[in-house]
């Protein structure tokens, strides 16, 4: 049974660009959360996915943006970086209410932002 | 006041001990509580899972909710060397339906 993945494993931006990170949920859920975790911090939630849609939003600014396919994986969006956004972004996935609670984490993808 | 306190560390125990680790909170709405271990440079990986106040114990773990006191704790025994690692509690409203919210994280240390 596959677990949550992500793509890629580290990548490196300069300041202004743009980046797209990539998750597939675990087999069997249908939700995907991203958060972002600082050097020495715990994660931050950024938003979750459901159904190809939005549905919570963290304290993020708009430069964050994703998108959810109908197979469940996502795409997480970062435009205009910021050296600040340098983190360890991680997906988690869960099934949706009546099916379970529990999320689970992918390994991450490590962001410098130079 | 952050949402979630807890201790960064780090905390050192020789092998054998009893570890207690701790995180308190300031939303009383928060009713599913989670323990996630975290090595250097990995994903979180859950470890316990629990839904409003009491007990629960899987293995060599067990976890606490007090939410009159708004306290959760993690017991480890019997502590083995590849239980080094961070500890991160995690709570929300909603469980997974829901985003997480989550401490700072405890760096634990097992001596040999």
């Known amino acids: 049974d596959a677990g949550v993945t992500q793509s890629p494993t580290h990548l490196i931006k300069t300041r202004g660009q743009q980046v797209t990170l990539r998750c597939s949920p675990k087999?069997?859920?249908?939700?995907v959360s991203w958060y972002q975790q600082a050097l020495g911090q715990g994660p931050q939630f950024i938003f979750q996915?459901?159904?190809?849609?939005?549905?919570q939003r963290g304290n993020f600014p708009d430069r964050f943006s994703g998108h959810q396919y109908p197979n469940y994986s996502s795409e997480l969006n970062v435009n205009a970086l910021l050296l600040g956004d340098s983190a360890l972004y991680l997906c988690?996935?869960?099934?949706?209410?009546?099916?379970?609670?529990?999320?689970?984490f992918g390994p991450g993808t490590r962001l410098t932002v130079t | 006041q952050k949402e979630v306190e807890q201790d960064p560390g780090p905390l050192s125990v020789p092998e054998g001990a009893i570890v207690s680790l701790n995180c308190t909170y300031s939303?009383?709405?928060?009713?599913?509580f989670m323990w996630y271990r975290q090595y250097s440079r990995k994903g979180p990986e859950l470890l316990m899972y629990t839904y409003s106040s009491g007990n629960k114990e899987d293995g060599r773990f067990t976890a606490q909710v007090d939410k009159s006191s708004k306290y959760i704790s993690l017991f480890i025994r019997d502590s083995q060397p590849s239980d080094s690692a961070t500890y991160l509690c995690?709570?929300?409203?909603?469980?997974?339906?829901?985003?997480?919210?989550f401490g700072k994280g405890t760096h634990l240390i097992i001596q040999p």
């Open positions: 988690a996935s869960s099934r949706a209410p009546g099916g379970g609670y529990e999320q689970y």
């Open positions: 996915y459901y159904e190809e849609e939005e549905r």
């Open positions: 995690a709570m929300s409203i909603g469980g997974g339906a829901d985003g997480l919210t």
């Open positions: 087999s069997g859920h249908d939700t």
């Open positions: 939303n009383s709405a928060f009713q599913y």
